[in-house]
């Protein structure tokens, strides 16, 4: 049992590593080549610096843990399909079957790999991908002026204890963490604006949970309808408003930690805004690694084939494209729920359950019917 397992998974690994390590150096490569329309770009925090191909480099270097995490299973397709149907061609997997080697048995074995693919996705996905794209992103910003998302910056809301609903928008993030063009509006409980805090630049403390503000603006409104406008040199503003939600609203949700997507889609929701992209976003980084196991499964029928002299190259070709339909179905449905207002795990988990449900299909009618 030891041999054949050692001969399925390295067979498997081997083509799945080749495969991935074909995908990433083209990916680089259309990276680096988009990185070059911004080369001699003058640094922004470090005079005389520039742009060059060393940090051009860097960057691309820096995005391919997320390209990683996003080929995953279609590498794990392509090996696995390469690795089955070579062993097949070569009557090897035939020799095994007739050794006693079932389609449970082999099932489980294939299992086994797609679970331990599966756990690799989620690692590089949640511990390694998020931080290697936000360095990538603060390293550009050096360069290409600072983060933000579209051109009124990032958008957040906060209902206080009491009666208040403070609406928060950051026009951009600097490189080194500082805050600019800071907007915040307060409203009372019968939604009339009360006050309007505009700010130049800030800082966030983490631990305090403080926004120090700086050229500070702000307009104050009484019941009665009169306004006073104070100009302060300073001001702290106490919220609970973290560092980690901002840089959460300046990241795109798929770039984002499963931990992150919930804790922001829960303040959305305690906050009474739609949290319906981030919730289908959750329930898709969730069972994303499961894909994995998913297309083990799919490719297990290709052992099942009686071939001699026929190449690998149009099985891995149908590989290929069962890969690219499985990407494409799953962010059709997902579109297709956050637009009809679908139950997000039905949204995310309804690509998967329908791939498998065809290749264990397919896999009982190769052995049973064939």
Known sequence: ?????????????????????????????????DELGSLGAPSLTQP?????????LLVVLLWLPARLYELMPIGVLIGT???????ARDSEFTILRASGLGPGLVLRLVLVLGVGCAALTFAIGDYVAPPAARQAQLLKAQYRGNLSIGSTGAWLRERTDGTEVHVVNVRALTPDGELRGVRVLTLG??????????AARGTIDRGAGVWR????????WEADGTLHTATLPTLDWHTSLSADMLNVALLK???????????????????DQNAQRYAIEFWRKLLYPLGCVVMVVLALPFAYLHFRQQGLAGYV???IMIGISFVLVNGIFS?????????????????????????LAALGWMVLRR
């Open 81 to 87: 399909v390469y690795a089955l149907t070579r062993l």
């Open 335 to 359: 579109h297709m729920g956050n637009l009809l207002g679908w139950a997000p795990w039905l949204a995310a988990g309804a690509t998967p359950v329908l791939y498998l449900t065809l290749s």
């Open 253 to 271: 949700p798929q770039r984002m930690r499963t931990l992150d997507l919930w804790q922001y889609m829960r303040h959305l929701e305690r906050n």
């Open 213 to 220: 503000l700086a050229e500070v603006r702000r307009d104050h």
């Open 317 to 319: 070709f149908g590989g």
């Open 48 to 56: 005389g610096a520039v742009y060059g191909v060393p940090q051009a």
């Open 189 to 198: 409980a019968d939604g009339r604006l009360q006050a309007i805090t505009e």
């Open 1 to 33: 049992m030891k041999t054949v397992r050692r001969l399925l998974h390295g067979e498997a690994l081997g083509a799945i590593t080749f495969v991935l390590a074909g995908f990433l150096a083209l990916f680089a490569f259309f990276d680096f080549v």
